[in-house]
């Protein structure tokens, strides 16, 4: 049972517009959410994140919107930048509960930015 | 630097051969843990620990060992390899209410 699901494997941006990833979760206990951004060869580092009492988080071009009645959450990049060509990785975790650092990932959407 | 450490990159190993890969954090964290990455499948946790001694299962553990002796190392041993561990390997570490960081990784292969 996949409780943190990325339905889009892939993704073609053109340079400058907006890139939009998807995220849906099933378990109702997450309340903590993270966005993870992986290049090849590397390890995965964190993008930005989103506590379930805010809607919406902001740094710079990346904004992470959250819709708890739809267990959706969503990462805006805008403008899109080649360099932000990786596969992203949404997780959650329930940090009131216990083993709550435990972090469960979707199967990741590999963004690509076109010059 | 901060940072979390791996060794070996890579390896290529047979059937039944014990092996260890190491992690090793510089942050002080509380909080380590092993994860495998398959193609089509994401990131799945193996084992994590919270502190020195206390570990636990997480979605695949079946296979794997880990050990939690001292605050900054958590190996991760595979006492009997089968083809079916080969994967891509990261090891991460945070504070017990942070994000956590990941190490670069290790590409093992079980012919």
């Known amino acids: 049972d996949q409780q943190v699901k990325q339905n889009s494997p892939s993704l073609s941006v053109q340079e400058g517009r907006i890139s939009i990833l998807n995220c849906d979760y099933t378990?109702?206990?997450?309340?903590?959410f993270l966005w993870y951004k992986k290049y090849p060869a590397e390890g995965p580092t964190f993008l930005i994140s989103?506590?379930?009492?805010?809607d919406k988080n902001e740094d710079g071009r990346f904004t992470v919107f959250l819709n708890k009645s739809a267990k959706h959450l969503s990462l805006h990049i805008v403008p899109s930048q080649p360099g932000d060509s990786a596969v992203y990785f949404c997780?959650?975790?329930?940090?009131?509960?216990?083993?709550?650092?435990?972090?469960?990932f979707g199967k990741g959407t590999k963004l690509s930015v076109i010059p | 630097e901060a940072q979390v450490t791996q060794n070996p990159r890579y390896l290529i190993t047979v059937t039944g051969k014990k092996l260890t890969v190491t992690c090793s954090q510089n942050?002080?964290?509380?909080?380590m843990s092993w994860y495998r990455q398959d193609p089509g499948l994401g990131l799945r946790q193996i084992y994590y620990?919270?502190?020195?001694?206390?570990?636990d299962k997480g979605d695949v553990p079946e296979g794997y060992k880990v050990s939690r002796k001292e605050k900054r190392n958590f190996p991760l041993i595979l006492e009997s390899p089968s083809p079916n561990q080969t994967s891509l390997y990261f090891c991460?570490?945070?504070?017990?209410?942070?994000?956590?960081?990941f190490g670069p990784g290790t590409r093992l292969t079980v012919l």
């Open positions: 991460a570490s945070s504070t017990l209410a942070d994000t956590q960081y």
């Open positions: 378990n109702s206990m997450f309340d903590y």
């Open positions: 989103i506590s379930s009492i805010k």
């Open positions: 997780a959650a975790s329930a940090r009131s509960g216990a083993g709550s650092y435990q972090l469960t």
């Open positions: 942050m002080n964290h509380e909080y």
């Open positions: 620990s919270m502190n020195v001694e206390v570990t």
